[in-house]
């Protein structure tokens, strides 16, 4: 039936979530696995082949759902009294900058969530703030007064205000080295900037409609623009001549994130889908459904392992880069989720909502899901391996049963008939411990 055609579906997505290391872990499962199957009795080798692998797929399926279980280990919500529209980390994670409704900007303590600052300047809704990565004292803001604010957060104070845009304003981005801003705008526009001066630099004009997200390519040689005009343009850096039109799309384009070794750019449109491309070809890679309204931004995180996306439907999805897999899905605000932004130190991420929050979701340590799904592995390539034991030589099993049994050592026949199921509580005994101590650095 079609049901359950859609559950089958969706046990192979779920497969399909783990990263190299864990796909090398299945391998050796795989390997296990076919080793069995050739010690099993030949007249009985379908029906038992088909019993195996029903219990390979619970296995599987079981340990699946322990790893995603552990894709999120903490979640903070700090209240920030009105619309949030954009969310950023300081380059040294100390910081939390958002842009909140009624023109107010706030910087928080990234680590307990308290209110460090309130800058005011702005005289429209601020939908942008970016953390130069050079400098963690630096911000700038994009609002709907069509202007962009450069701050220095260590005295809150406003160091420069940029003007040209002709509509409000979407989006600011620094480059790499933190020497350029972009800015995105209403008036179909992407404007460069010197960061250091604010002095004006090349307009660039092409977009047919609004353009609502930028965003730098880490080896600072591109610069995405994602437009209203259904299109995600790249552009060479720092000149701004024209690279590439990305296509396809029937609906705006909301936000681009490229990927840390800038061969791979996410997009984010209002038609709820993400889309992974090649941002060296052009090459559409990937599209990844499940958000039920528009995609309104996008981030890499994991050295871009995973990417993330906030949308209006109010939820977070963390998907696997590779195979397009949702590794999980976040409901922790009330209303669209309109911003994420993920921290250097790729563990935590902040999402900005409609409902009036921020929220930091701290994720477990990038090694320690592999780590215990390897030893989920083992787990199961021991129970695996027993079981064959018991199935490739019944006989004998029975035969040394009943000699142990006559001789009382009921304990001992049981102990070399079959090696005991290690239960998955154990394993997850062992994942809250080693969770523990892998926060324990972070608490200080």
Known sequence: SSSSSSSVAGSRRRRNTNSASSDQALAVVAEADAEAEVGTHTNNKATEHAHDSDEDEGDRAENDKA??????????????????????????????????NFFKMKVFDAATGALARVLHGHTGNIRSVAF???SSATLASAAEDRTVC???VQHGIMTA???????????????????????GSEDSTVRLWQSADGAAGPVLASHLDGVQ?????????????????????LWRMPSGAPLRVLQGYGNWVLAAAFSRD?????????????RLWDANSGELLLVLHGHTAAVASVAFKRGGRDIVSASLDGSLRVWNAASGACLKVVRSHKQGVLSVAAATDSRRLASASLDGSLRIAV????????????????????????????ASAPEAAEATEAANAESGDAA?????????????????CIMEMLQLVSEEPAAT
């Open 67 to 100: 790893l995603a279980a552990l894709v999120y280990a903490k979640d903070r919500e700090i209240p920030c009294g009105g619309w949030v529209w954009a969310a950023a980390f300081s380059a040294d994670g100390k910081q939390l900058a958002a842009g909140v």
């Open 132 to 134: 130069s990565p050079t």
């Open 150 to 152: 450069l701050w220095d």
């Open 161 to 183: 205000v940029l003007r040209g845009h002709t509509s409000w304003l979407y989006c600011v981005a620094f480059s790499p080295d933190g020497r350029l801003l972009a800015s």
């Open 213 to 233: 997200g930028v965003a730098f390519a880490p080896n600072g040689l591109k610069l995405a623009s994602a437009s209203h005009d259904g299109t995600v343009r």
């Open 262 to 274: 800038s061969n791979r750019l996410a997009s984010a449109s209002h038609d709820g889908n993400v």
């Open 363 to 390: 994720l477990a340590d990038q090694t320690f899901p592999r780590t215990v799904f390897t030893l989920l592995c083992v787990r199961h390539r021991l129970n695996r391996l027993a079981k064959t034991a018991t």
């Open 412 to 428: 001992a026949a049981e102990a070399q008939t079959a090696l005991p199921r290690l239960p998955l509580k154990l394993w997850l």
